[in-house]
């Protein structure tokens, strides 16, 4: 086996363990079409946990690089933003990144919110730069979404939505 090889099985059982060592229940290594809320799921090549939701959030901050450019904080446009805050680890070959703007969210009544942003500046969104294999990022998908909506029903994710990838959304139940 060459060195590369050993190098990115290593990372793959790093974040497995990792994961194990924290208590997580992983649904499957292979890809998850369903998962629920408190499982880590597997879509493409990350293995994802959502790992919190804030409801009736009124603000995004912005880094201080952003304001000393002139950003300030986004506020919703649609009443609330609900921000599911999520870790994202590599476990593919190469580099790869899992857009915060890939998602849905469905409420109870069905009715479907594409992700908001992306917000150049916001702290913590994460998920927008390239991984590499081994590596967790911290991050979250944020819905800018009527006040009405109190609890979310799921969550599609899809990392890797490239034209031309197979990597359909994993279903993420709430509720």
């Not at 059982?13 to 799921?41: E, I, P």
């Not at 880094?63 to 609900?82: C, M």
């Amino acid at each position: 086996m060459n060195r590369r090889r050993v190098a990115v099985v290593v990372a793959v059982l790093v974040a497995v363990l990792a994961l194990a060592r924290c208590g997580g229940d992983v649904v499957a290594l292979g890809r998850a079409d369903v998962a629920n809320s408190d499982q880590t799921f597997r879509n493409g090549s990350f293995l994802i946990t959502v790992t919190e939701v804030a409801y009736g959030v009124q603000e995004l901050p912005v880094d201080p690089s952003a304001k000393s450019r002139g950003a300030s904080a986004y506020k919703p446009k649609n009443g609330q933003f609900i921000v599911f805050y999520a870790t994202a680890t590599r476990v593919g070959f190469g580099r790869a990144s899992m857009p915060s703007t890939s998602s849905t969210l469905s409420d109870a009544a069905g009715k479907k919110y594409p992700t908001a942003g992306p917000y150049v500046g916001a702290l913590g969104q994460g998920f927008d730069e390239n991984q590499l294999p081994g590596t967790t990022h911290s991050g979250w998908f944020v819905f800018d979404v009527p006040e009405s909506v109190t609890m979310p029903k799921t969550l599609n994710v899809q990392s890797d939505p490239h034209p031309g990838t197979t990597n359909p959304p994993t279903l993420v139940r709430f509720g």
